[in-house]
Nanobody
Framework: QVQLVESGGGLVQAGGSLRLSCATS????????MAWYRQAPGNQRELVAA???????????NYADSVKGRFSISRDNAKNTVYLQMNSLKPEDSAVYYC?????????WGQGTQVTVSS
C-alpha cells in the first residue's frame, strides 16, 4: 500500500521560513501528480502547490495566487519525496498542510503537519 508522511511543520515568526517534506512509500506509477493542500480552522481545504512527474522528468508546477513568489514546490523522484519551501511567511499561512498524491485515478493523503506563523 501507499503511505505519505509529512514533516517539517512548526512555529515560526512572520517573515520566517519553513521547509516541509513528504516521504512516500509503496508502488507508485511513473506518471503522477503530487501536491500540497492546507486547511485552517473554519476554512475550506485549498490547493497550495502542485507538481507533475513523468519517470525521472519533472513536469509543470502551479501555485495558488496567495503564495506565488514565496513558496516553491520540488520533488526528488529517486527518494520519492516532495518538498515545499515556504519563505516570507505570513500569519494567514497558518494551517494544517497535507501532502497529496494522485495516479491511475487513485488519491492518497498524508496525516498533515501543523504550520503556525505568529505576528
Amino acid at each position: 500500500q501507499v503511505q505519505l508522511v509529512e514533516s517539517g511543520g512548526g512555529l515560526v515568526q512572520a517573515g520566517g521560513s519553513l521547509r516541509l517534506s513528504c516521504a512516500t512509500s509503496g508502488s507508485i506509477r511513473v506518471f503522477n501528480v503530487m501536491a500540497w493542500y492546507r486547511q485552517a480552522p473554519g476554512n475550506q481545504r485549498e490547493l497550495v502547490a502542485a507538481i507533475t512527474s513523468v519517470g525521472n522528468s519533472v513536469g509543470n508546477t502551479n501555485y495558488a495566487d496567495s503564495v506565488k513568489g514565496r513558496f516553491s514546490i520540488s520533488r526528488d523522484n529517486a527518494k520519492n519525496t516532495v518538498y515545499l519551501q515556504m519563505n516570507s511567511l505570513k500569519p494567514e499561512d497558518s494551517a494544517v498542510y497535507y501532502c497529496n498524491l494522485k495516479f491511475s485515478g487513485l488519491t492518497y493523503w498524508g496525516q498533515g503537519t501543523q504550520v503556525t506563523v505568529s505576528s
